[in-house]
């Protein structure tokens, strides 16, 4: 029974240092866990740049910069957005994700979710 451990150990063990070998001389590998960042047109972003407020008072705004939402929140912080769809936005610089939510086509704010919690910010125009 010991022998067989040890021989699943081994195995377990020249498989974690075979994927940490191909994992550093093999970047390309990361494109399989890469998210999308859909090209959208600036009619769909337009509809979402303007000022926003989260109920604490912490102002928003979002700006369509070269084809990208750009979003700007308290002191300074600037986040560059990609699509993963017409509605859901991530930063690569951080654990956040932007969802916006509508009414009869109107934007009426979005859902802020980082790093697990997630707070609803609304359009103030």
Known sequence: MKSKLFAIGII????????AQVSSSMPGL???????DLPLADTVLCKY?????SASGIPF???NENNHLVLYWANGNKDKLHAISGLVYYSNAEYMKV?????NDKVKGFEWER??????ISKIF
């Open 30 to 36: 990361q494109f399989v866990f890469e998210r999308p």
């Open 99 to 103: 969802h916006f939510k509508k009414d």
């Open 49 to 53: 740049t303007g000022r926003y407020g």
């Open 61 to 63: 705004e979002i700006r």
């Open 115 to 120: 790093y697990g919690s997630t707070i609803f």
């Open 12 to 19: 377990l063990f020249g498989v974690l240092q075979a994927t």
